[in-house]
């Protein structure tokens, strides 16, 4: 573990100390998510701080496809366990951790910007294929 590490997990612990609502494990994804989303950006928009910056959706967006990938049928659960039921605890994490100093965020950002989008826990059930055999 690297000292940025170290700094991250204390701010998570900090900020639980204060508000319990959500598992340690949900902030390391909801930012390992932020990270692969902004790598999946075509070069162009990486290349660019502005265009690079995710909206509230396209987060959501990424962490539903982590979800998916790394848990399959049991994300809702996963997703359960750590407390996080909605866009809306998605971004309660995010500007937990803007606060705190570990990510950023521009004056126009809101909290807003992760509400109205899919229903959380049925977009990690969708379609999802459970490699079922066929009869």
Same mark, same amino acid.
């Given at each position: 573990?690297?000292? &940025?590490?170290? #700094?991250?997990? +204390?701010?998570?612990d900090?900020?639980?100390?204060?508000? @319990? &609502? $959500?598992? !340690? /494990?949900? $902030? @390391?994804?909801?930012? %390992?998510?932020? %990270?692969?989303t *902004? /790598?999946?950006?075509?070069? /162009?928009?990486?290349? +660019?701080?502005? &265009?690079?910056?995710?909206? =509230?959706?396209?987060?959501?967006? =990424? *962490?539903?496809?982590l979800?998916? #990938?790394?848990? %399959?049928?049991?994300a809702?659960? *996963?997703? !359960? /366990?750590?407390?996080? %039921?909605?866009?809306?605890?998605? @971004?309660n994490?995010?500007?937990?951790? *803007?606060?705190?100093?570990?990510?950023?965020?521009?004056?126009?950002?809101?909290?807003? +910007?992760?509400?109205? =989008? &899919?229903?959380?826990?049925?977009?990690?059930?969708?379609?999802?294929?459970?490699?079922?055999?066929?009869?």
């Amino acid at each position: 573990m690297n000292m &940025r590490d170290s #700094s991250f997990w +204390d701010s998570v612990d900090r900020i639980r100390e204060a508000d @319990g &609502r $959500y598992a !340690r /494990e949900a $902030y @390391g994804f909801v930012v %390992g998510a932020l %990270g692969i989303t *902004v /790598e999946a950006l075509p070069a /162009e928009r990486r290349r +660019d701080p502005l &265009r690079r910056h995710l909206s =509230g959706q396209e987060l959501l967006d =990424g *962490v539903i496809a982590l979800a998916r #990938s790394e848990f %399959g049928h049991l994300a809702p659960a *996963v997703f !359960r /366990e750590w407390g996080i %039921g909605s866009g809306a605890d998605v @971004g309660n994490i995010v500007f937990q951790l *803007v606060e705190c100093g570990q990510l950023s965020a521009r004056p126009d950002d809101r909290m807003e +910007d992760f509400l109205g =989008g &899919r229903d959380l826990i049925v977009a990690l059930q969708e379609n999802l294929d459970l490699g079922s055999p066929r009869a």
